[in-house]
């Protein structure tokens, strides 16, 4: 799986930029974890199956700090732990007791808990945190959670769930009640349910191991709040297919057929209605070998083109790209994948304006790159449609746009980024050093001299820009007795 696939454009711009704040990597088994330098030190793992990320930041999952995490490990700069883990498995008693107590000094909740799980009564604990519920009772509840017996578990499990709302509230209500309430870790963050939330998690897992240990699946398979970790699990559960076939709603017992190792193609089938199609999109990276075998079986036109964009199959891209509107809307992430399509098309040299104009059409939030944006738009002779999809804000891309609007009709190019004011008004000078590459290239230096006397109150104080200007685009601007003196090198 890619990172553009999980993660947001600008969450991976951001998270570039945090590469050298990430303070270690260590990989245990599929997972790595790392501590990472923001307005405080955060805690952050990616699991490298999923790519899904955790953090104790505000944002929670799939943060820029989970994205600088993955991308020191891609880069080869982590410990990874299998070797360290051998070494504890052949150790002794005594070597691993003098491990911990080395440790336990710097982590007193070690002795918390253990202390709570022997001195807490497990039934007065439940009373109580449903009488007295608070954000210090979540701690507590993590503590004995070992210790509860699965009918305590289910107990607590139907109670977070059923009442998640009103204890969230009041979590609310403590977090602007404690005196550091506007603290950078507060409720203003919207991180105040974070605890609880995994807690809810963990006690969910828990049930569902405990469930398959001791044989009590029977007592999970009608309980509604349980239902997503069994399909999250699903081949754990292959044995009560049938049983959820029939307690299961169609859509969960699709999801579920669909997470089984090998699921039948026939079987699944009979659960696809138009309602809940969008499962079938949403299981097409991890299970595009599937999707595919059911896209064929149905003859659904649409399905087998989106199996074609994850699978880059260009000659059933082209053969059904008719279908592109109707993937997009009903799969709007397929968008993830048309920056590898274009790379795709310009490798093999193929020409198609129709089939340029609709990839251009989707160059949302900066797409593609430079060279892709070339490529399409060196198709397509509507010089209306190119300046539609022309962006100031992606402008350091999009000006190969521009250049395009100038092979067209230069005039008619120059007025449209003369009349464009915003192009310069108020844009930091990395955002104008672009458009200025632009002219260059396309225009004389009269054009350039006359565009900057025409805007000068855009230059007379921005000494940065003036500086980047010259050693960038070889423009150099003066001012002098209160008029501008503009110099292009050629």
């Given at each position: ?66 994205v600088a995490l993955y ?35 710097d982590n007193p909740d ?273 010089f209306d449609f190119i ?104």
């Open positions: 799986m890619k990172l553009e696939q999980k993660y947001a454009d600008k969450i991976i711009e951001r998270g570039e930029e945090y590469l050298d704040s990430v303070e270690y990597c260590l990989k245990i088994n599929n997972f790595i974890y790392g501590q990472v330098r923001g307005s405080i030190k955060y805690k952050t793992e990616v699991d490298l199956n999923s790519l899904d990320g955790d953090c104790s930041c505000p944002y929670g999952t799939n943060c820029k700090h989970a991308l020191v490990y891609k880069k080869g700069k982590f410990w990874d732990a299998e070797d360290f883990i051998k070494s504890l498995n052949k150790m002794g008693h005594g070597e691993l007791k003098e491990i911990i107590l080395s440790k336990l000094q070690w002795v918390k808990k253990h202390n709570l799980r022997k001195g807490t009564n497990k039934s007065d604990f439940l009373k109580s945190f449903k009488k007295n519920f608070s954000s210090e009772l979540i701690g507590e509840a993590e503590a004995v959670l070992p210790d509860l017996t699965f009918e305590q578990l289910l107990e607590l499990n139907n109670y977070i769930s059923k009442n998640y709302d009103d204890l969230a509230e009041k979590l609310i209500e403590e977090n602007e009640n404690n005196e550091y309430a506007h603290s950078y870790d507060s409720y203003d963050n919207e991180d105040y349910d974070k605890g609880l939330y995994d807690l809810n998690e963990l006690i969910t897992e828990t049930i569902i191991k405990r469930a398959l240990l001791e044989n009590k699946v029977e007592k999970i398979l009608r309980n509604e709040y349980l239902r997503e970790e069994i399909i999250e699990n699903a081949e754990s559960f292959i044995s009560y297919k049938e049983k959820i076939k029939k307690i299961f709603e169609k859509e969960e017992c699709l999801e579920f057929l669909i997470r089984l190792k090998n699921p039948i193609v026939s079987e699944v089938k009979e659960y696809i209605e138009e309602s809940n199609e969008v499962i079938l999109y949403n299981s097409l990276a991890e299970k595009t070998g599937l999707i595919k075998e059911i896209a064929r079986s149905l003859n659904d036109k649409t399905l087998l083109f989106s199996v074609a964009l994850c699978e880059k199959d260009l000659s059933t891209i082209i053969k059904n790209f008719d279908q592109f509107e109707n993937a997009i809307n009903k799969y709007y992430d397929l968008i993830n994948y048309l920056s590898d399509v274009v790379e795709l098309l310009n490798k093999k040299g193929l020409k198609n304006e129709e089939i340029a104009k609709k990839l251009l059409n989707r160059h949302i939030g900066g797409k593609y790159n430079k060279k892709q944006l070339n490529y399409l738009a060196s198709q397509i002779n509507d300046k539609k999809s022309f962006n100031k804000e992606h402008i350091e891309t999009d000006a190969v746009l521009l250049e395009r609007l100038a092979q067209i009709d230069k005039e008619k190019a120059f007025n449209f980024v003369k009349n464009k004011k915003e192009l310069l008004i108020g844009r930091h000078w990395s955002n104008i050093v672009p458009l200025f590459n632009f002219l260059k290239k396309c225009y004389s230096s009269q054009v350039i001299k006359n565009y900057v006397r025409d805007n000068q109150e855009a230059f007379r104080t921005s000494s940065h820009l003036k500086k980047h200007l010259k050693e960038e685009c070889g423009i150099f601007i003066s001012q002098k007795e209160g008029n501008l003196i503009v110099e292009v090198k050629e």
